[in-house]
């Protein structure tokens, strides 16, 4: 099947009478995507669908004003980084919950999950990503896993990129040692 382009997705949205289809091809082009997204930094199944539908509302919502001043996956992207930041964090307040005890909680559920199926060593990377500040995590994730060049990472979170390197290599390092200590064998 062939990836349809954003600006024809803009264009097509623009358009009241082809909107639902503009918005059908979103969601075919980005929702796995943001669903794995939001699925790194919240790790439970049901809470990624729920945020996953919440981001996608937002996107329908505000679609129409969206400016092309950047690119539309980025756009999209720091919707789902912003509503799973919101939620962790909402997490953290309700439970009036350190953020250390939080992340041992996630890698709790990460344990339990019948929606996890990798292997030891991806456990303990996950465990791993758990024990970082969340903003490395986050860049880690979106390094790491989504594959996104540091200029994209920086739209997306509004750092600089030579901020967003030194925050990746720390993570690296982190993970590194976390593995260690944990005693993973290859």
């Not at 505000?62 to 789902?80: M, V």
């Not at 292997?119 to 303990?124: A, H, S, T």
């Not at 896993?145 to 982190?174: M, Q, R």
């Amino acid at each position: 099947m062939k990836q349809v382009e954003d600006s024809e997705i803009l264009e097509k949205f623009s358009n009241i009478k082809t909107r639902d289809e503009a918005f059908n091809l979103l969601l075919n082009k980005y929702q796995q995507k943001i669903y794995w997204h939001i699925r790194r930094l919240v790790i439970d199944h049901d809470d990624a669908d729920d945020l996953v539908q919440d981001t996608f509302i937002k996107v329908w919502k505000n679609l129409e004003k969206f400016r092309s001043d950047s690119q539309l996956y980025t756009w999209i992207y720091r919707i789902a980084t912003n509503e799973s930041i919101t939620f962790l964090n909402k997490k953290k307040q309700r439970n009036n919950t350190p953020l250390d005890e939080v992340s041992a909680e996630l890698s709790e559920t990460l344990i339990a999950s019948s929606h996890f199926n990798g292997d030891k060593v991806q456990l303990k990377l996950q465990q791993a990503l758990l024990t970082l500040p969340e903003k490395q995590r986050l860049i880690f994730n979106m390094k790491y896993f989504d594959e996104l060049k540091y200029e994209e990472i920086s739209e997306i979170t509004g750092t600089s990129v030579g901020a967003l390197k030194a925050s990746f290599h720390i993570a690296v390092k982190k993970i590194e040692v976390f593995m260690l200590n944990e005693d993973i064998t290859f």
